[in-house]
């Protein structure tokens, strides 16, 4: 239902930051939780954040835990994903998308129905 349209992918040098954002159509973006998720060449996809409907409860995977922020602004139907102190190992297509069923967070890939095309991200030493 909901349209997701990444953008701010790019190079960057390792410990450098990298903010990526994610745009919403449609009239209904504060009836989703969202989340990020990341595949490296030749590796399945995986969870990177979520965060819920209100914005107060998030969720991250241990490898960006302390580095990797989300934060969502409804009124302007925006998730952003504040992404510091790079590693090499970040590197990976960043694929937003939107999940209607959990109030809260989830990182389960399944319960995400919308997805983004998802933009490059790439960390260099």
């Known amino acids: 239902q909901v349209q997701l349209v990444e953008s701010g992918g790019g190079l960057v040098q390792a410990g450098g930051s990298l903010r990526l954002s994610c745009v919403a159509s449609?009239?209904?973006?504060?009836?989703?939780?969202m989340g990020w998720f990341r595949q490296a060449s030749g590796k399945e996809r995986e969870f990177v954040a979520s965060?819920?409907?209100?914005?107060?409860?998030?969720k991250y995977a241990d490898s960006v835990k302390g580095r990797l922020t989300i934060s969502r602004d409804n009124a302007k139907n925006t998730v952003t994903l504040q992404m510091n102190s790079l590693k090499p190992e970040d590197t990976a297509v960043y694929y937003c998308?939107?999940?209607?069923?959990?109030?809260?967070?989830?990182?389960?890939?399944?319960?995400?129905?919308?997805w983004g095309q998802g933009t490059q991200v790439t960390v260099s030493s």
């Open positions: 965060i819920s409907r209100s914005g107060r409860v998030t």
């Open positions: 449609g009239r209904t973006f504060s009836s989703y939780a």
């Open positions: 998308a939107a999940d209607p069923y959990n109030s809260g967070v989830s990182s389960r890939p399944t319960d995400f129905t919308s």
